[in-house]
């Protein structure tokens, strides 16, 4: 783990290594710190990047029930996997997909979302775009 400056604000995904060839997570552990943040006390929502790639982004996202955020821009594509509790997944002209645990969800291109927790969730997103030109 690199070793963070005192009095600096360190962040968790700055900490350690983004990409590599192989990166392993125990994501309950995961979750739970994610919980104990102040963002998640005081917002309902905390996320850490777990894997970050030229094309992909990996991120663990901490929910209370309630809470929203949109995850992608246009161009991206999105898998979202339920880990913990229940979410439901806003899409283009109102249609709405739910998620529990243990579920997926795949978006293609073009499908700009929001996703919000019905439950106290965790959800698991996987963000790919196309390479850049």
């Not at 360190?10 to 309950?28: D, I, K, N, V």
């Not at 997909?97 to 439950?119: F, H, K, S």
Request: glycine fraction near 6%.
């Amino acid at each position: 783990m690199a070793r963070v400056p005192t009095g600096t604000l360190a962040r968790p995904s700055l900490e350690r290594p983004l990409q590599g060839p192989t990166l392993s997570f125990r994501l309950a552990d995961e979750v739970a710190v994610l919980r104990a943040e102040a963002g998640y006390r005081s917002h309902g929502r905390a996320a850490r990047t777990l894997a970050k790639y030229a094309e992909a982004r990996v991120v663990l996202e901490a929910m209370r029930a309630g809470t929203r955020f949109a995850p992608n821009g246009p161009s991206e594509r999105l898998m979202l996997q339920c880990l913990e509790g229940r979410v439901r997944i806003h899409l283009p002209d109102f249609h709405r997909v739910e998620v529990e645990a243990g579920g997926l969800c795949t978006l293609d291109r073009y499908m700009a979302i929001e996703v919000e927790a019905l439950a106290d969730a965790a959800c698991l997103l996987t963000v790919a775009w196309p390479p850049a030109a």
